[in-house]
């Protein structure tokens, strides 16, 4: 095994290293020493696998569960005059080159060591790049990494500090009707048949229904970006209340509204699901800060002919019914509302990964380590 130069560059060298590359490259790939448009025998390749056949690329998806990620480098540059650089703009580097081995005379695989994107379900997209430069040849290419997807709308809730965090403390939470102006274009609603819309705001989370019966629902609002969009995945949480005596209704409904169907039964074009959420869990040590535990879910949307993604799909998340008081109750928490654009054949499949709709099997599982959301 052949192992090259591996530079980890500072995060502030980021901007400034991308933009030098950059002005000493050739439409962003390699860089001339005389004629800038004049043609050269050195080159560098970058692809997914050792025996591809797909041209070269500058862009490239790694799993948001993190690992050793291999691309593969083609090039007639010997290996000792290159420099294989990571950069990005965090404090602490997600990625690293861990190494560099020939597979055959001008072939070489590029491991990557990624950390995973987050220690809870979170998926928002993070870009890097991966640096490669023969600097004596004035050669150079740069490649974008990203990892996640493409957030259209994101809600950690962090922006409603109403009460307290323990479900079970109800002094200060608000009431629908009580919120700012700002925070009623954070989340839309529906009233109930009374004309009221029982949904309370509270620290850090949502509450859904009340102690009286009453249903209540969230609507997301509109996206124009979604105008351009044909896969969609949804993603929240969502925990029932429990108290060790009493435990209410863990059903809720979730609807497409606008264009858009669940891909999980596309000839059905099924527009509305049921799933059973989680209780609270009081009788754990560590609660309430395991209170998301086992209940990240994720959804997944794609166009049709009939139903198109568009600006005006939203999503509605309801927990009871909003016609008629109920003799059981339906309190659901609801927090970390995500829509993020999907683009099949470059996004990770995370549709296949979890096996579908419902419980977050990713990043979502109670194994994982809950940390402070983080705000967009």
Known sequence: ????????ARPGRFLAA????????????????DDPNGPRDEYLEVYASADSEEEAATTFCVGVRGGDHKFYLKTNVPLEELQIEWQDEESSPWASVKAVEEVSSGLYSVTLSVNPRSSYAYYTRRSGMLLISAPERNLGSFITIFQGSTARFSNNCANFTYGVVNPYFTDGERIYSGW???????????????????????NGHLMLGDSKG?????????VDAMRSD????????????????????????????????????????????ELEVPHLDSSD??????????????LFIQSSARYPISANTQIRITSGSLEEQSKTNSRVYVSNVYIRRLVEGTDEDYFSENGGSGVDRILGLSSTKEEENPIE
């Not at 059903?251 to 999980?264: E, N, S, Y």
């Not at 040590?285 to 994720?298: C, L, Q, R």
Request: charged residues 20%.
């Open 18 to 33: 991308s933009l030098l590359l950059a002005s000493a490259c050739l439409s962003g790939v390699s860089c001339l020493k």
């Open 230 to 273: 044909s896969l969609l995945m949804v993603s929240f949480r969502a925990v029932a209340y429990a108290d060790g005596r009493v435990s209410d209704n863990n059903r809720i409904k979730v609807d497409i509204l606008g264009g858009g169907i669940f891909r999980d039964d596309p000839e059905q074009e099924s527009r509305s699901m």
């Open 180 to 202: 700012s102006a700002a925070q009623k274009g954070y989340f839309l609603t529906e009233n109930s048949f009374d004309g009221v819309s029982y949904v309370y705001g509270r």
């Open 1 to 8: 095994m052949k192992q090259n130069q591996l530079i980890l």
């Open 285 to 298: 040590p560590d609660f309430p800060a395991n209170m998301w535990n086992d209940a990240e879910f994720m």
């Open 214 to 222: 009453h249903g209540g629902c969230i609507v997301t609002p509109y």
